[in-house]
């Protein structure tokens, strides 16, 4: 079976600082996707980032960055210099061949000016 | 710009009513689109997938009798909550698999049901 560990229930920070959310996954695929999607307090999902399992390059889009490790099935995020709008929870989520998504529990990241 | 949008964004009705939540493709015909419920700070967990012309798939515990979904054209897939009772009460979330090659689902604003 599928799982994803995300182990932070809540962070906050201040900001301006940087901060990683952590998720582990677990699967017995060799083929997988990983994603990260964000969902603010309005309740939308926004799609942030997907990997594949054979691509484990980091990748960096503006402020936010992923460190994708297969040897620790992790799956890490981090959002450098964090504002106030980057406050919401986020989630990490795990994909089969069938398309079916198993999210983590989430965090719940606040950003205090 | 949105490219799944969800009607109606809340509803409130009372016990036993059935409520209709629609859910729509707006620039992609989709032949599989998703269905997610989410409890009060909780996470998302996956109720069924609607297959365009056939019937839906169901996760293990969901009642199909219950949720009934019909996917009756490429851009529109309804859920239908029948006999609602407060412990269904919840905030209802489709996506769409909108890029089959990367397996992106992109979601809907969601519908926030609360059964009196």
């Known amino acids: 079976a599928q799982k994803v560990t995300q182990a932070q229930t809540e962070i906050s920070v201040v900001e301006k600082e940087d901060v990683t959310l952590d998720c582990v996954y677990e699967?017995?695929?060799?083929?997988?996707?990983l994603f990260w999607y964000k969902q603010p307090p309005s309740g939308e999902l926004v799609f942030l980032i997907r990997?594949?399992?054979?691509?484990?390059q980091n990748e960096i889009s503006g402020r936010y960055s992923w460190n994708f490790q297969k040897s620790t099935s992790s799956f890490n995020f981090t959002i450098t210099a964090s504002q106030v709008v980057d406050s919401a929870v986020y989630f990490c989520?795990?994909?089969?061949?069938?398309?079916?998504?198993?999210f983590g529990a989430g965090t719940i990241l606040r950003v205090k000016s | 710009g949105a490219v799944v949008s969800q009607h109606p964004s809340w509803v409130i009705c009372k016990s036993g009513t059935s409520v209709k939540i629609e859910c729509r493709s707006l620039?992609?015909?989709?032949?599989?689109m998703f269905w997610y419920r989410q409890f009060p700070k909780q996470s998302l967990m996956l109720m069924a997938t609607?297959?365009?012309?056939?019937?839906?798939?169901?996760e293990q515990g969901v009642e199909k009798d219950k949720f009934l979904i019909n996917h009756a054209s490429l851009t529109l897939s309804t859920l239908t909550v029948t006999s609602a009772h407060p412990e269904d009460s919840s905030f209802y979330i489709c996506?769409?698999?909108?890029?089959?090659?990367?397996?992106?689902?992109?979601f809907g604003p969601g519908t926030r049901l609360t059964v009196l």
């Open positions: 996506s769409v698999n909108r890029d089959r090659l990367t397996d992106t689902q992109y």
């Open positions: 699967t017995r695929d060799t083929t997988y996707y």
């Open positions: 990997r594949n399992s054979f691509d484990e």
């Open positions: 989520a795990l994909s089969d061949l069938a398309n079916k998504l198993v």
């Open positions: 620039d992609f015909q989709a032949t599989t």
């Open positions: 609607s297959n365009e012309g056939s019937k839906a798939t169901y």
